[in-house]
């Protein structure tokens, strides 16, 4: 049975993943109002895939091809559409030049890369399937449960190791495979703590930490929490303390308020909105770069737009073509 609060809480994610690419940053300040977003929405995609994840007897290489169909099919499918419609225009106009800007490396390198064809979101598909593998490889290779543990603990310091040493603008990993090292660690708090997401305990322990790092980041005495911001494509995670603590505690929080939502209009299209989950993460950079181009720059205009298009696409064309089905969150 499909719970109403996940396609809930997906859909005001996906929101504010829309809204992020419409606002400009810092996203480490909260004088600029968009950083609150960047303290928890990626985590929470991750969060939710584990928390959907059934306990199967199937075996790794079954597990990985299925998470394959539903994660780098529609990967190709939206490149294909998107990115490759650009190609072929690109190279129509001018295969010399077109060749010469080496775009194409950028097409079948992923990742970072696809901002230049305005589908920069696609990032997380090719990563969720390095995810999903690395998740596998865990939880069906390795016998005992304190060696998953282990290997989760060693993910999230790799991650954050890793994430020292990066420096932006000197070239995106390959698919983003390696954000897959902190995705898997958020995708497994999804699977398994989901039992406690609902505890009374946890959601109090929840609103404490948040209030108390809303209360040191607001007073200024915290260099360290001021600067706290978490943006994976970018691999800005850096705070191994807080990378745990804030996005959970958000995660636990939204998942109970998005339950104690009453049915009704607003929590029935917020639903819907987050049935469509993939096709708005996906269309809506390119949807907000033709507005843009057309010398539209009202925020409210392009928010609607990001959102509402890319929805409609998908409820009255992706739903109703069998191929493009799979392509659905």
């Known amino acids: 049975m499909r719970e109403a609060w996940l396609d809930r809480l997906k859909g005001l994610l996906i929101i504010t993943v829309v809204i992020g690419h419409i606002l400009p940053g810092p996203y480490n300040t909260l004088e600029n109002w968009p950083s609150y977003i960047y303290l928890f929405h ?13 306990e199967k007897k199937q075996g790794f290489f079954t597990s990985v091809l299925a998470k394959a169909k539903r994660t780098l099919l529609p990967y190709v499918i939206y490149l294909l559409l998107i990115a490759g419609t650009q190609v072929v225009w690109a190279f129509v106009k001018n ?25 920069g979101a696609l990032w997380f598909l090719s990563c969720s399937f390095f995810v999903f593998l690395f998740f596998y490889l865990i939880e069906k290779c390795l016998p005992f449960k304190w060696l998953k543990y282990v290997a989760f603990i060693l993910l ?3 991650s954050h190791v890793q994430s ?75 705070y191994p303390i807080l990378d745990l603590l804030i996005p959970i505690s958000g995660f636990v929080i939204l998942a109970n308020l998005m339950k104690l939502i009453p049915e009704g209009t607003c929590s029935n299209l917020l639903s819907d909105i ?36 890319p929805y409609f696409i998908g409820k009255l064309i992706i739903q109703k073509v069998k191929i493009l089905r799979n392509s659905m969150l």
Not at 42 to 54: C, E, R, T, V
Not at 212 to 219: D, E, K, M, N, P
Not at 279 to 285: C, K, N, S
């Open 95 to 119: 295969p010399k030049f077109y060749f010469a800007k080496k775009n194409l490396k950028l097409f079948f390198y992923g990742g970072q890369d696809l901002n230049a064809f305005h589908c």
């Open 164 to 238: 020292m040493f990066f420096i932006e603008g000197t070239g995106p990993s390959f698919l983003l495979w390696d954000v897959a090292f902190i995705g898997c660690v958020y995708l497994a708090m999804g699977y398994y703590w989901k039992k406690y997401i609902f505890d009374k305990r946890v959601v109090i322990a929840s609103i404490l930490v948040l209030t108390a790092f809303f209360i040191v980041r607001i007073s200024g005495i915290s260099e360290y929490i001021n600067g706290f911001a978490i943006e994976l494509w970018s691999h800005t995670y850096r």
């Open 274 to 309: 987050g049935k469509y989950t993939l096709p708005i993460m996906a269309i809506h950079q390119i949807i907000l770069f033709l507005l843009r181009n057309a010398k539209i720059e009202q925020p409210l205009i392009l928010w609607a737009a990001g959102v509402i298009v």
């Open 42 to 54: 990626m985590p929470a995609f991750f969060m939710i895939s584990g928390y959907l994840i059934k």
């Open 156 to 158: 999230w310091i790799i």
